[in-house]
């Protein structure tokens, strides 16, 4: 079946670098795939989705890329600031191109300081 | 503004007692969900349902139980055989297949 893993560890960086964040799948290579961001106590909030024919989608400082060879995407924030610190997290269909039921990594933590 | 309700954000309870979770959308999606989240791990599906009077089983679906009697509420029982319930759960909703979900935000439920 298929898996997602994300970095487990906290990702630290300081004001202004960009931060790469990464999700990797195990089996088959869905039709799409999306990232969310959460923050404490609260529900994810939707930020970008990519399609398996799209390389890459950008939206602000916000940028994503989808390598169905490596089975990975990356997620990338540039010139990032203290307020970006949060839980980001992938998702794709548990099915190829199913809607609906979307497996979730464990996400990543990102800290940005000052 | 339209959004998803949870309420309410911390629920208590004994073992051995049902407790039911309110989810409520005025954004007009026909599909909801119910996702369990637990420390270090990813988003688990409960159930799904998506249009009025029918619902299906996500992963996890043992020990609980959800009606779907109206396009805006889609509520959750934690019953007493759910063997772990304390947990966050989420609620979220979308106006269709591949649409990205709206979350609401979260009931943390915590059984004693």
């Known amino acids: 079946s298929q898996k997602i893993e994300q970095n487990s560890e906290a990702l630290n960086i300081q004001e202004g670098k960009t931060a790469t964040l990464t999700c990797n799948y195990t089996?088959?290579?869905?039709?799409?795939l999306q990232w969310y961001r959460q923050d404490p106590g609260r529900g994810p909030v939707f930020l970008l989705l990519i399609r398996e024919n799209e390389k890459e989608k950008r939206k602000e400082r916000l940028k994503v890329t989808f390598d169905t060879t490596l089975k990975q995407s990356l997620f990338h924030i540039t010139a990032s600031q203290p307020a970006d610190s949060a839980t980001y997290l992938c998702?794709?269909?548990?099915?190829?191109?199913?809607?609906?039921?979307?497996?979730f990594g464990q996400g990543t933590e990102l800290s940005v300081k000052p | 503004d339209g959004g998803i309700t949870q309420s309410p954000k911390y629920l208590f309870r004994k073992e051995g007692q049902n407790v039911t979770l309110s989810c409520e959308q005025n954004?007009?999606?026909?599909?909801m969900y119910w996702y369990r989240q637990d420390p270090g791990q990813g988003l688990r599906l409960i159930y799904y349902s998506q249009i009025v009077n029918d619902f299906q089983k996500g992963d996890i679906a043992e020990g609980y139980s959800v009606s779907r009697e109206k396009k805006e509420s889609f509520p959750l029982t934690v019953t007493s055989a759910q063997k772990n319930p304390t947990a966050f759960y989420l609620c979220a909703s979308n106006p269709g297949s591949r649409s990205p979900l709206h979350f609401g935000n979260g009931t943390r439920l915590t059984v004693t």
């Open positions: 954004l007009n999606h026909d599909a």
């Open positions: 998702a794709l269909p548990e099915i190829y191109n199913q809607g609906g039921k979307l497996i």
């Open positions: 089996n088959y290579s869905p039709a799409y």
